[in-house]
């Protein structure tokens, strides 16, 4: 990368970023603070290539030579590490996986921007996607469980508040291969519009608290407000 430039990058659909962004900072965090652990955090490099040859040497299987590489995918993570090494950052301890796909030169304007394509598409990740986890979230969910609602209203038996920690949990409810009569008894005890997810759960919390500041800067924003109250009352 520091040899050749974006021209290692330009089957990429983006150039690298710099370190402004909060992805790019993040990286750049873990290679200073968290060296051991860059390989298990980052997502490495998609690659292609037209030919590549391998050799055996001290018994592992190198790459001799290779040719028109491009990374597709991780172009943030080059620029990343490349900034670190003129920075004199110390790279030792890091480790990035590696995907290589050897393509036909024949199909190469077709198949290498498909590759690229699907390699940087995927479900969006939410900032409560990220929290769901936490021991906390985990504690709210059991005690949902544990909480019936008597609803005389509607003359329904006892229910629960369905918590969705994890986002599209309740649709996977009751485990797949239920029955349908498995699948009813489910949705009579946690009717769908008894179902509550983290950002509504957040939203209720602060608007109790007080905070209608935090809560009018959108459902993602005020998660994270509510999840640092939240831990530092741990």
């Known amino acids: 990368f520091d040899e050749y430039g974006d021209r290692l990058i330009e089957q ?9 962004g909060n992805v790019n900072k993040g990286i750049s965090r873990t290679i200073e603070n968290e060296p051991d652990y860059f390989l298990p955090y980052n997502n490495g490099l998609t690659a292609s290539c037209t030919d ?6 001290d018994n592992l299987e190198v790459i001799k030579s290779i040719k028109n590489l491009q990374i597709v995918n991780g172009g ?10 003129s920075e004199s950052k110390d790279l030792s301890k ?47 969910e059991q005690s949902s469980k544990k909480c ?9 038996a006892q229910t629960l508040w369905f918590y969705e920690r994890v986002r599209g949990q309740y649709n996977n ?3 797949i291969g239920a029955s349908n009569s498995e699948k009813k008894a489910f ?4 009717p769908k519009d008894q179902k509550l997810d983290k950002t509504q759960l957040a939203k209720y919390y602060n608007t109790f608290e007080c905070l209608p500041h935090e809560v009018s800067k959108g459902a993602q924003k005020n998660l994270m407000k509510f999840a640092d109250n939240i831990e530092k009352k741990l």
Not at 148 to 156: E, G, W
Not at 187 to 190: A, F, S, T
């Open 12 to 20: 990429n659909v983006r150039t690298y970023l710099q370190a402004r």
């Open 173 to 175: 409810q009751p485990n």
């Open 76 to 85: 943030q993570t080059s620029g990343s590490l490349l900034r670190a090494k």
């Open 94 to 140: 890091i480790f990035v996986q590696l995907k290589i796909s050897k393509v036909d030169i024949e199909k190469e304007s077709e198949i290498i921007p498909r590759i690229s394509e699907y390699s940087n598409t995927q479900n969006k990740v939410s900032a409560a996607d990220f929290i769901s986890n936490r021991n906390y979230q985990i504690q709210i």
């Open 187 to 190: 949705q009579r005890r946690n």
């Open 148 to 156: 019936l609602v008597q609803d005389t209203s509607r003359n329904r």
């Open 52 to 57: 590549i040859n391998i050799e055996k040497k």
